[in-house]
C-alpha cells in the first residue's frame, strides 16, 4: 500500500519560515492535500491540489510538489501556527501522512 | 454555512456493532462525495471510506472492508457508517467530510470505544 512520510516534529521561531515535508513514491504524479490540526479540533483543509489554498486560509500558507516530495511552507509563522500538519494524497484510496507536529518557540 | 454533526458513537464490546450518522445541513448534500477519517487516541488521521454520489460508488480501507458499511440518504441529508465485528483498534474519534478538492468540511467528531 502506498505511504506518505513526514518529520514527526519541526521547531520554528515566531517570523520565520517553517518548511514540512511529505514524501512518497512519485508524489509529484499525484495531487497533494494539506490539513492544519490543533489539539481538540478537528482537522482544516489548507492546502489543496499542491498548492492552492481554500478560501480564508491565509497567504502564508503554500504548498508546492515534485518528484517524491511535497513541500507545505508557513512563511512568518505566528504562535496561532502550532499544531499538527498532515499531508494527504490519491494513490487507489485517500492516504494520510502520519502528521508533524508544528512547534513555534 | 455548512455544517456536518455525526452521532451515534460510543463504548461498545469487542465482536459487536454500532451505526454512525452525519447529518448535513448548508449545502446540497445530494451533490457532494462524502468521506469518514477515523483517529486513534494520541495518533494520525486515517481514511476509513468514501461515497460518491450514489451509494453504489463506495471505497474502502482495507482495514475495515467486509467489517463497515457506507451509505447515504439523500432524503435526510444524513450519511452512514455501519460498523460489525468491531475491534480495539477501532477505537477512534470518527470524522465525516465533504469530499472534492481535499477534505473541505468536516464535523466535529464521534467518538467510537471498543472495550470489553
Known amino acids: 500500500s502506498y505511504e506518505l512520510t513526514q518529520p514527526p516534529s519541526v521547531s520554528v521561531s515566531p517570523g520565520q519560515t517553517a518548511s514540512i515535508t511529505c514524501s512518497g513514491d512519485?508524489?509529484?504524479?499525484?495531487?497533494v492535500c494539506w490539513y492544519q490540526q490543533k489539539p481538540g479540533q478537528s482537522p482544516v483543509l489548507v492546502i489543496y491540489?499542491?498548492?492552492k489554498r481554500p478560501s480564508g486560509i491565509p497567504e502564508r500558507f503554500s504548498g508546492s510538489n515534485s518528484g517524491n516530495t511535497a513541500t507545505l511552507t508557513i512563511s512568518g509563522t505566528q504562535a496561532m501556527d502550532e499544531a499538527d500538519y498532515y499531508c494527504q494524497a490519491w494513490d487507489s484510496a485517500r492516504v494520510f501522512g502520519g502528521g508533524t507536529k508544528v512547534t513555534v518557540l | 454555512e455548512v455544517q456536518l454533526l455525526e452521532s451515534g458513537g460510543g463504548l461498545v464490546q469487542p465482536g459487536g456493532s454500532l451505526r454512525l450518522s452525519c447529518a448535513a445541513s448548508g449545502f446540497t448534500f445530494s451533490t457532494y462525495a462524502m468521506t469518514w477519517v477515523r483517529q486513534a487516541p494520541g495518533k494520525g488521521l486515517e481514511w476509513v471510506s468514501n461515497?460518491?454520489?450514489?451509494?453504489?460508488?463506495?471505497d474502502y480501507a482495507d482495514s475495515v472492508k467486509g467489517r463497515f458499511t457506507i451509505s447515504r440518504d439523500n432524503s435526510k441529508n444524513t450519511l452512514y457508517l455501519q460498523m460489525n465485528s468491531l475491534r480495539a483498534e477501532d477505537t477512534a474519534v470518527y470524522y465525516c467530510?465533504?469530499?472534492?478538492?481535499?477534505?473541505?468540511?468536516w464535523g466535529k467528531g464521534t467518538l467510537v470505544t471498543v472495550s470489553s
Open positions: 461515497l460518491i454520489i450514489s451509494s453504489n460508488n463506495t
Open positions: 467530510a465533504t469530499s472534492g478538492d481535499g477534505l473541505k468540511n
Open positions: 512519485k508524489l509529484g504524479d499525484k495531487y
Open positions: 491540489h499542491d498548492s
